[in-house]
């Protein structure tokens, strides 16, 4: 059995401004890559001042790439150039794969309250799948399983398995698993990952220890991103608080990455056929 993982990388979410003047924290993005590949970007979108994200995400393209949206709290509106309309709740998932492209917009609502909590993940797509009839999985909290562990340790499956029970997306390249998992004061969270497989932990809630070394353990509270290094079992033991962190893994590509906005290709040859192509009206391949 592989030694269990120990962190390599920490990283803190750093404030940033997108879309359309949406204030929001980027954990990872353009910069890290390739350290976190399959994954591209991870942005924490958190607020409780509806002016910082109210103004959302306009009419945009996507192409070569998975975008992962989490909301906690809030609503989020979201359509497309294929007649896609819908909403995002508390709870809610939505797993969209762009392939070949669309263009869609998201706007975030917020509460009754005026509280925006959310996050969205970038998953890269290898060569093989760039060009892909694009699809979507929306996913309501009702259809996604939560885990009791011994110790009150809950753990809500988006994607991967957790003591037998399985998230309800599958069947994607790169193998994902999205776990958010909520660790009482003093419990000791353990999970198996695969073997060569990214591994990173997300803190929301909270602080924790990630490793099982007391030399090599990282410290991690709110807004701060532990990277593993490859190993088996991943271990969080939970500080005076409680933790809660989303547990995040996918089988890295080893493809050369060409990034520009929202489009994400293999070359910069592609990338230029792309916008090239979203000018000239003919960005779109597939019709749903």
């Known amino acids: 059995m592989p030694p269990s993982r120990t962190p390599h990388k920490i990283l803190r979410s750093q404030p940033t401004i997108e879309g359309a003047g949406v204030h929001l924290s980027r954990v990872f993005g353009f910069n890290e890559v390739p350290l976190c590949d399959p994954f591209l970007l991870l942005d924490d979108f958190r607020s409780d001042y509806p002016d910082h994200y109210l103004k959302g995400f306009p009419w945009h393209p996507h192409r070569g790439i998975e975008t992962i949206t989490y909301v906690l709290t809030g609503d989020v509106e979201h359509g497309d150039s294929l007649g896609n ?32 909590h959310g996050f969205q993940l970038w998953a890269n797509l290898p060569a093989r799948e760039k060009m892909m009839t ?26 991967g398995e957790v003591a037998g029970v399985k998230g309800p997306v599958a069947d994607i390249v790169i193998e994902p698993e999205y776990l958010d998992v909520t660790v009482p004061a003093g419990e000791v969270f ?17 602080q924790g220890v990630f490793g099982e070394d007391s030399d090599a353990a990282a410290d991690a509270d709110n807004g701060t991103l532990v990277l593993f290094e490859d190993g ?9 608080t409680g933790a809660r962190f989303l547990l995040i893994s996918g089988k890295p590509l080893g493809e050369p ?18 916008f090239e192509e979203y000018r000239q009206g003919t960005f779109i391949k597939h019709s749903g």
């Not at 699809?135 to 562990?149: E, G, T």
């Not at 999970?191 to 803190?203: D, E, G, I, L, M």
């Not at 088996?232 to 005076?240: F, I, P």
């Open 85 to 116: 309309q819908g909403i995002i709740g508390s709870g809610d998932v939505q797993w969209m794969t762009a392939g070949s492209g669309i263009i869609h917009q998201e706007m975030p609502k917020g509460d009754i309250d005026g509280r925006m």
């Open 232 to 240: 088996g079992e991943m271990v969080a033991a939970a500080g005076d």
């Open 134 to 159: 694009p699809r979507y999985r929306d996913l309501s909290s009702a259809q996604i399983p939560v885990v009791n562990l011994s110790g009150g340790i809950t753990v809500k499956v988006i994607s």
């Open 190 to 206: 353990r999970h198996a990952t695969k073997p060569n497989h990214t591994v990173f932990a997300y803190v929301i809630a909270g």
């Open 257 to 274: 990455v060409a990034w520009q906005g929202p489009i994400v290709m293999n070359t910069q040859a592609e990338l230029q056929v792309a």
